[in-house]
């Protein structure tokens, strides 16, 4: 699987992973140096700390890389009146009258506990293209499903402004 990323968030992680490998990198090859230097590397716990860091560091670069060269590129443009990436939505659930605030993201983006749902979630792919007043009928598996109604739709342009948290 694929995972959907839009050319915004494709940008962000190709700068992420030039500063780390320009930045990041040289600091923190320095830091193993400046440990090994300090003597016995058997009981150096700054060697150890310095290594997991860069470690971490090289892990980080290759997931980044990893994630642009197996993604998805996706449409973050969308009609004014339909729901796309980056939009916020207000929906009611039918069942119960409750209502919700939805942020629709990308796949790396995704947060349930701030609202931002990914467009490969349920709700997020039964939503997409829907305009206000819509009935949405969401699919959460062959047994179960749920229906929503649009009621707002902002166009808050989150891709420009908003970074990419952590992936």
Known sequence: MFNQLTKKDIE????EIENRKVVLRPQLLEAVKEA??????SENFEYYAAKKEKNKNESRIR???RMIKTAE???DNSASDEVGVNDTVD???EEDGT?????IVSTMRGDSL???ISVE????KALLGHKVGDRVEVVVNKDFNYYIKVTKISKDNLGESASLRGF
């Open 12 to 15: 962000d992680m190709q700068a």
């Open 36 to 41: 090994r230097a300090h003597g016995d590397l």
């Open 63 to 65: 997931f980044l890389e």
């Open 73 to 75: 590129i996706i449409d």
């Open 91 to 93: 929906i009611v659930f």
């Open 99 to 103: 209502s919700d605030s939805l942020t």
């Open 114 to 116: 701030k609202n931002l």
């Open 121 to 124: 979630s349920p709700i997020g």
